[in-house]
């Protein structure tokens, strides 16, 4: 039998709501508009109580999405809260629904509505309702649930009425948990029970997406995220309802306790830890890192640069930007690199140089971390990356999330020898279109400019190459050829994330005909630091 005691009046007849726990309340945003506070009261249950208005939208007018708001109850009330359908329950039936228009009598009145498939408008913000029976949506409805008659689960709330009251409008379930996130604590979901719900919601309260973490998202679903997300929990529903399995709710809380602050980091660790189990042994090379990022600047031969802290997934120090000219870049870089790596003292880290796509060959590996000393950075593992790929909306970046995405899949490098037979850059790329599985690639020699771009146009995210010409006419016996015969199979046996310490033993070995003048781009996308503000556009 069904309790429907959770009905409830919302002013001296302005509108309508629902109990959705013990001291909470929804109705729409215009039925309170200009309020701080109002009164509630519950037909067959507590007579008038009083209620903070609380907004969790920008709602202003009618007609803009939101339009709901959550009255607080100052004390929980000994009424059953209403239960909720499915979120996902898809429109095309029957409804009862209810309200409190201006009557002598002040009872509540009913009506029946009906709604069909195709009848959502507003992007979904809002489904259309028709009624039936001679009933009528009228002033005072507004607010209240729309639910099942049978077995009182409601599915969305009703915000307007349309011309002479046969029509109206509701805001599904769907939209309202979008606006009101604690709705998630009481929906019926089977990804999570509720208190475990309601706790990480809880813990991830206040934090926005950021870019990093849009970075982290598309690493471990393989895309980018469509719309704008309110929140860091929206992001945890969207994991978890649209890509449910192979852990990825797991991976992405994990990158969440990475990028957090303080107790948060903590406390999601934590949560992490007694819900979904210990994280997974991850292999992550080089977690700690020096990330120089260099952008020529749009006019003048000069470049922004800024170097960057990367510690367990997060900016460890705040990143300074200066404009150089090109003949200073390499002291400012030198300079900076060693002041950054203070604060990773005792950690394994590396340096990652983001730079033009023409700096890609640069022997960064000779420069000096402490020129005094005349320390060279060949001490610790260096990378090379496009910088193109750490730009917002870089397509570029799109693409090597997806080839990143299926290299961490695998768990192996299977890497792809590139001879020094010179391909035509367009046979080369459609060559790597077709394989887009060819994530990892070993040249025998200094890749032409054409195969170069063509290879980052398709996303690939790590190349190994010398940085010395083929050696000879006959590709059959070259220095490139030899090369890349020693190059092969030490690159095969190597985990991905294990490159960038591979690539700087191989540097310090004797191989054939200067092997050893090593270039690694090893582009792992989600190591992704918040762009400098000169560079947002």
């Known amino acids: 039998m069904v309790d429907w005691g959770w009905r409830v009046r919302v002013g001296d007849a302005a509108g309508s709501g629902f109990l959705v726990t013990s001291d909470r309340v929804l109705t729409a945003a215009h039925v309170v508009a200009g309020l701080d506070e109002t009164s509630v009261d519950f037909p067959d249950g507590p007579g008038k109580l009083l209620a903070r208005v609380l907004r969790p ?13 959550v009255l607080a109850l100052d004390e929980p009330v000994d009424v059953a809260p209403a239960r909720f359908a499915d979120p996902g329950a898809p429109p095309g039936r029957r409804f009862g629904t209810y309200g409190f228009p201006r009557r002598r009598d002040e009872t509540i009145r009913f009506a029946s509505v009906l709604s069909e498939p195709d009848w959502g408008v507003a992007g979904g913000e809002r489904w259309a309702l028709k009624t039936f029976d001679g009933d009528r949506i009228e002033p005072g409805f507004s607010g209240a649930a729309v639910y099942d008659t049978a077995t009182g689960e409601v599915h969305g709330m009703i915000t307007d009425a349309v011309g002479d009251g046969a029509r109206a409008l509701m805001m599904p379930l769907t939209a309202l948990r979008r606006h009101v996130e604690e709705l998630d604590d009481v929906l019926p979901l089977d990804w999570l029970d509720a208190a475990a719900r309601r706790e990480l919601r809880t813990l991830l309260a206040g934090h926005a997406m950021t870019e990093a973490l849009h970075a982290e998202f598309a690493a471990i679903v393989g895309r980018r995220l469509t719309g704008d997300l309110p929140s860091v929990w929206a992001a945890v529903r969207e994991v978890a309802e649209g890509w449910p399995g192979e852990d990825r709710l797991g991976r992405w809380v994990a990158a969440l306790g990475r990028r957090l602050d303080g107790s948060a980091r903590q406390g999601v660790a934590a949560w992490r830890r007694r819900h979904l189990g ?4 991850e292999r992550e090379a080089g977690t700690a890192s020096v990330i120089v990022r260099l952008e020529r600047v749009t006019h003048g031969n000069s470049y922004e640069l800024t170097v960057h802290t990367w510690l367990d997934g997060r900016e460890e120090l705040p990143a300074e930007t200066v404009q150089v000219s090109e003949h200073e870049v390499r002291r400012a870089i030198e300079e900076r690199v060693q002041r950054a790596a203070g604060a990773l003292v005792g950690h394994d880290w590396m340096i990652e140089f983001a730079v033009p796509e023409s700096w890609l060959h640069k022997p960064f590996e000779e420069w000096h971390i402490d020129r005094v000393h005349k320390i060279k950075m060949r001490k610790y593992p260096v990378v090379v990356r496009d910088v193109e790929r750490l730009r ?12 990143w995405r299926r290299l961490g899949e695998r768990g192996r490098s299977d890497p792809q020898p590139v001879g020094c037979a010179a391909r035509a850059r367009g046979e080369f790329e459609r060559w790597l279109e077709v394989n887009d599985d060819h994530c990892v690639l070993v040249y025998g020699s200094r890749p032409a400019k054409g195969a170069l771009t063509a290879a980052l146009n398709t996303g690939v995210p790590v190349m190994l190459w010398p940085r010395v010409p083929c050696g000879g006419p006959a590709h059959e016996s070259c220095a490139g050829r030899e090369r890349l015969a020693a190059l092969l199979p030490r690159v095969e046996a190597e985990h991905p994330n294990d490159l960038p310490s591979l690539a700087q033993r191989l ?4 191989l054939p005909a200067r092997g ?12 992704l630091p918040d762009p400098p503000l000169g560079m947002e556009a």
Do not use: K, M, Y
């Open 57 to 69: 939208t920008g709602w202003e007018r009618p007609g803009e999405p939101g339009d709901v708001v």
């Open 278 to 281: 210990a994280a997974p042994a």
């Open 392 to 403: 917002p909306g870089s397509i570029r970046r799109d693409l090597a999330f997806r080839r």
């Open 507 to 510: 540097r310090l070995e004797e």
């Open 516 to 527: 050893h003048e090593l270039t690694l781009l090893w582009d792992d996308p989600s190591r």
